[in-house]
């Protein structure tokens, strides 16, 4: 999804119907900082354009916009555990394929 796409779904979340150059900085800010906390926490890069992970996103901004990140936590715990969750799968995953040898898988597909 391309930043503009990205800006405008995260305006009409947080229903910003005015163009002003104040509230559209503090928009970026908060899309900037999200796409950091989304990456670190979920691996998310880019953020996807549809799913739980977009809605969460879209969810975590309008939290901020409106000062509220402490409710967003609360009110969306699942749905962050969940994604941490699958995140944590994905990253443990990519560990063990990496950490499996050619040799170890010689080895493991003649003892099958």
């Known amino acids: 999804m391309d930043d503009n796409t990205l800006f405008q779904e995260v305006k009409a979340e ?8 104040q509230t559209n ?3 970026e800010t908060i899309i ?7 990456k670190n926490d979920f691996g998310l890069e880019p953020i ?27 009110n ?4 962050i555990i969940d994604l941490r969750i699958g995140y944590e799968i994905q990253e443990y995953e990519k560990e063990q394929e990496a950490t499996l040898s050619w040799r170890d898988m ?3 597909g003649r003892n099958s």
């Open 106 to 108: 010689y080895h493991f």
């Open 76 to 79: 969306y715990k699942e749905d």
């Open 14 to 21: 947080c229903s910003v119907t005015w163009d002003n150059e």
């Open 25 to 27: 900085k503090r928009l």
């Open 48 to 74: 996807p354009d549809s799913g739980i992970a977009h809605r969460l996103f879209l969810a975590y901004c309008k939290y901020r916009y409106f000062d509220q990140y402490e409710d967003f936590k609360v």
């Open 32 to 38: 900037k900082d999200g796409k950091a906390e989304f």
